[in-house]
């Protein structure tokens, strides 16, 4: 791997641990101040709200300039998130324009892998990230379940600024004051990303242009017969898998009545799983072969279901480390195989935007779906296996989508397989 690939990864790591403990810490500031459930499984669809609302705008911008300078202004973003949810603003708003800085964050991210890597090299690059990318998430929110423990929260407070009033008084919000240094932390790494030396496309004048632009884009990455496929797999795997962070929070209360430390723990113990797939997906699979991984999802979503017949931690610890690895093998190869078409279709940047457009409107939609099924009155357990189903019957559908496509259009599909394999080669 070449040299700036290294810090690409610790940008990464500390602005996604970052964003993981500020979850937990959200959650439990909502808690604290008395807001109902409903609104605490909302800032799962509210952190996604600017990756949909803006999708259009997002890839050309990290097309239009250089990718390390773009995740510098995300995580500057975030701090203003964070900064806005410590002085007065609703936590749901400054959750979202948290967002907001991801969003911008996530087409640089992914994007500057294809322009500093050859293809031979994009499973295993993909592999590295998203393992250390689940690190952070398992370290994340373990950091942030441990911040407003009253132990640690306590010790927080206690810190005092000579002539300052900081107005910072409870637990969460002297987390979320730590947490800004550690997206600081991110944004000098972002300083120290090379450029790649690929040329820059400039942002049209006019910024409506971008929709039909990136509607062209979309319909172009769904009617590819590859592309469609890695697209689908991947859209319904984050749209799941973001919601399950808060569905896990809420079923380790019910289920075993943990608090939100100890729950934090094991949503940390389904990211450490995802991070075993990851890594062993990263080793074992090729780009022309990452189709063969769709039965996984189908086998994730029925351990969805049957975490409703699991009472006792020391049987949940391990099954959730196997949901989460069967994910992480999934979802390595079919995001590798997404980025592959995407960029030779239209570009690094725009094909991400394209992909978190339609990943984070399925987080939207399920996470919405989640909120208002609380609010009327549904039972964790209730939405552990509509989501189980969900995952399970679509995957299935997508599996049959393919297995038609192989028959229907047997020429192109080879053709494009033949393509994964000569960039394998050749990269």
Known sequence: MKRGFYT????????????????VTAVELLRTGGASEWQRAALVPMFALFYVVLAPFVGAFADALPKGRVMFISNAIKVVGCLMMLFGSHPLLSYAVVGLGAAAYSPAKYGILTELL???????????IEGLTIASIIL????GGTLVSQAVSSHLLAIDLPFVNTGIDTGPESAIA???????????????IPLTGVEMRAMPRKLLELVPDFWTCNTRLWRDKLGQISLATTTLFWGVSGNLRYIILAWSAAALGYGTTQAS??????ALGTAIGAIAAS???RLDTATSVIPMGIAMGVLVIAMNFINNVWVAAPFLILLGALGGYLVVPMNALLQHRGHNLMGAGRSVAVQNFNEQACILGLGALYSLSIGVGLSAFGAITAFGVVVAGVMWLIKRWHASNLVHHKDEVEHLLAVARHDKVHG
Do not use: C, E, H
């Open 140 to 143: 994340g929110i373990l950091l």
């Open 265 to 270: 723990a094991l949503t940390g113990v389904v």
């Open 283 to 285: 080793v074992r699979m």
């Open 178 to 192: 730590l947490l800004i240094l550690v997206y600081m932390l991110a944004a000098w790494f972002n300083t120290r």
């Open 118 to 128: 050859p293809p031979s090299q994009l499973v295993k690059a993909n592999g590295w």
């Open 8 to 23: 690409i990864m610790s940008a990464q790591f500390f602005s996604s641990l970052a964003d993981n403990a500020l979850f």
